[in-house]
């Protein structure tokens, strides 16, 4: 997994933010920005959280802990049948390892069809 300050760096390039853009936004100097990214020091707690709702993404992903750039509102968001993820995700979890495979099963079966659709019928799906 990266480390904080590659993450930085990526997150701030892929914006198309310059280091001096990022530390105005932050209210810090050049150079601090480029510590951080050189992984000479961390940010504060208040830094960090704000660079987190700067870039959309959480502070467990800034700091290396998740392997996944989930934005944190996606969490929020309905994701099946109105259902918020959050909620999806709780009941996913909450399935037996039989009910899983069962499930997996017919999402890919699901899957199947729709791109055999797609591809049989471009004008569909």
Known sequence: ???FGELLAELRKDSGMTQ???AERLHVSVGTVSNYENGVHL???EKLVELA???GVTTDYL???AAYNIPPDAFHAPALAGRPAYEVIELLRA???EQ???LNVILEDMRFRAEVMRRTRPDVG
């Open 43 to 45: 940010p504060d707690l």
């Open 100 to 102: 899983q495979r069962a």
């Open 1 to 3: 997994m990266a480390r």
């Open 95 to 97: 399935l037996t390892e």
């Open 20 to 22: 001096k853009q990022l």
């Open 63 to 65: 700091l290396a802990r």
């Open 53 to 55: 709702d700067l870039f």
